[in-house]
């Protein structure tokens, strides 16, 4: 049953009665929200609501799940509105204690315990589910030893006493006391207190204190405490403090105050200088808001022109839209050299014109830029917000049998924005000229041919990217633990990014067609052994062993001579937010820069673990598309282009029919497709195209790319590509293929994923 206001008041004035000492089992309610509730119900039914946040309220649509000790469902509801809110009306009936599981196709499921059936405010959060794991030892959401699986057990109500969670959410507190400044440490707790998510108070704490249960595979997990302190670029995020949760219900978890001690606290804490701004979190709110008003204005009164190739800035005409932007002028607006316009940033300003608009929703806080002694408004200043957010479009789409369907695209974002002395947030961009990223990166290398399939792998480190249209003669990138990388443009050109630079390459090219840094890698089959001689060191049983032209650790400019695999220990103690800092210079064998940039990252590598447990999850070729590619390149390993007809490479079956697929509950979906291969007709030059696709695409289209220079993969007109890849000589036996088909996306840890089929035979 749905909960009305009354029954939401009653929990409020229950909340209010209460004594201090009976905080930790409090009841209270939100002011809105609520859903469709099932399990029971009736005039003595026992009401438990509260808020799902981590960062921000969890949307509309979230599914929330109440088991009670006997695996009974005694709540089944979903939220109503993006406030995060729930409710639940609870047979009397159910037995204690209780688990509530909160899912959504954009989030990690998160859990909540309620050690005893009262009227209760129950909040489901990053701390409610540390509290969660802590009682299981490990990953609360497994389906063996996690919390769910384990009320049900002879012990159940023992591990989830009230005696025992209330000890849990002490020392999760003690965390949150100990990291947290001053001011908000006297702030309504987390578990059972009244949240509101607008960046004050508890959820002020939240956005300062970041706890984070990541699984690890056989119900193991690792909890990372860090905090969000502001620093400029040049001083280094310290490392976060982990805790390993075993997977072992039966056995006690480490205490927090294990890792979190004192001294190493010093090294994270947030004070009242560095915390972040109160209400930061409902200023990001309120420009989503504004940002979702401009797109819901029709396109004739957004803009005065809708073609994509000549719209800018001041073809903007809209009021609403403007005033997203600093001075309430979009031409101001740069984040990596790109700014507004149709073909560049925020191009839907100008090309939606579905009529229903674009959604943005679900920010969260990520860091607040310190740029101490700049008054220049055109670079980054200190006090510049950044934050992730997802967009969501809607649009119609007819089948050919005229059957219309609802669809949607979407994406998660990251956005940089400065306040006004109000705090209110507009646009900026990251006000840099240049197009360089970092970017954490998992990797699955899917080979299709039977007999090279033993080797397919999955990997894990950074994408170091920079723009090959700037023209830099090398970029030397230092990264967080001070190592140095060298990217160079890559040999015979083709490619839209700088390569990676081996001691070797001592040139003006690198002969390495890869930006990114693979840390770690594992076969999928344990059993697939290798070997090999790799940094004049022996190697084995790694797939360095039969990739041995891509870079690896071992590869950097510091000439390591062992071929060092990070462990998964390691990985974990990585910060989500390291700084990489760029110099860039003309020429390659300058010694001085003409530039210097840093970018940061939101999230560290994912350990192999992660990435195993996740794999299932992922996109994959549907059967059909595996069938297909893999017959087409049996001679050769590859695929050759444009064989009969000049034209462009149609990702999907010869009938038409989808390429990839999407499971449920999918942890990424492809935002970009990519062919890589060689030219033969060219001294076998490689060459890189790529199409962005939409998030229901299941096919596409790949046109042909020209770099410029010595590259003719494409066929040209008046020195211009024609989009289409140039026809296979076949009197030469020769032309242009590829071998590597890539789909890339991120999930919802920002984490560049890259599915990457293989026609290698050998």
Known sequence: ???????????????????????????????????????????????????????????????????????????????????????????????????????????????????????????????????????????????????????????????????????????????????????????????????????????????????????????????????????????????????????????????????????????????????????????INDLLTRMTACYAEPQSTRVDNTNAATAVATNIVSNTCKGLFLNNDPSKYKDNGYVVRGNQAFPSIFTNNTGLGVQFSQGSYEFTVKNAGNTDPTKPMTGDVVFTAKWVAPFDWTDSSGVTTRLANSNVEVYTARPDANGKLFLTGNLSNVDVSIEPRAEFKDFTHADFSKYSYINTGYSVFVNAKHNFGKVVVTTPKGNTLTLKQIVGGGYGYMGLSKPSDTGQYTAVTTSVLRMAAAYTD????????????????HPRDIDGSLFWTCDNNNNQT??????????????????????????????????????????????LAEITLSLPKWPSLTADMRTQITAASAATGGMPLSYNTVGKYNVATSTGGAAWQIPSAAKWAPKSVRISGKDALNANAGFDDSVDVYSSWRKATIGCSSSGGTDQHCEMSNGVSTGNFRLFDKAQGKGAGFGLLQFNGYDARRVNNTLAVSMRKS
């Open 562 to 607: 062992t071929p060092k695999n990070w462990t998964d220990e390691e990985l974990a103690t990585i910060p989500d937010q390291g700084t990489w800092k760029f110099d860039l210079y003309t020429n390659w064998n300058d010694t001085t820069p003409v530039g210097t940039t840093y970018r940061r990252t939101l999230r560290r590598a994912p350990t």
């Open 1 to 283: 049953m749905k909960l009305d206001r009354k029954l939401r008041a009653t929990i409020l004035v229950c909340a209010a009665a209460l004594s201090a000492s009976a905080l930790l089992i409090a009841c209270g309610g939100g002011s809105s929200g609520g859903g469709s509730s099932s399990g029971g119900g009736g005039a003595s039914s026992v009401p438990i609501g509260g808020t799902i946040s981590v960062g921000a309220a969890w949307p509309q649509g979230t599914h929330v799940v109440v088991t009670d000790s006997t695996g009974a469902t005694v709540c089944d509801t979903t939220t109503a509105l993006d406030d995060g809110i729930y409710s639940c009306a609870i047979a009397p009936a159910a037995k204690a204690p209780l688990v509530i599981t909160a899912t959504h196709p954009d989030k990690e499921p998160l859990v909540s315990v309620v050690a005893a059936l009262t009227p209760s405010t129950v909040n489901v959060n990053s701390a409610t589910h540390a509290v969660a794991a802590l009682l299981v030892n490990g990953d609360p959401n497994d389906e063996t030893t996690g919390i769910v699986a384990q009320i049900q057990t002879p012990s159940g109500s023992t591990l989830a006493s009230p005696t025992a969670v209330a000890a849990q959410e002490t020392a999760v507190l003690n965390v949150y006391t100990l990291l947290a400044p001053d001011a908000m440490k006297t702030a309504a707790n987390p578990f059972t207190g009244t949240l509101t998510t607008n960046g004050t108070g508890m959820d002020a704490v939240l956005d300062n204190v970041k706890i984070i249960v990541t699984p690890t595979g056989s119900g193991a997990a690792t909890m990372s405490v860090t905090t969000t302190a502001t620093r400029d670029e040049s001083t280094e995020a310290p490392a976060p403090l982990v805790l390993t949760l075993a997977g072992k219900p039966n056995e006690a978890a480490p205490a927090p105050s294990t890792v979190v001690t004192p001294a190493a606290a010093a090294a994270i804490q947030v004070t009242t200088a560095n915390a972040v701004a109160s209400g930061t979190t409902g200023q």
């Open 526 to 541: 344990p059993s697939t052994t290798s070997s090999s001689t790799y940094c004049s060191s022996s190697s084995n049983n």
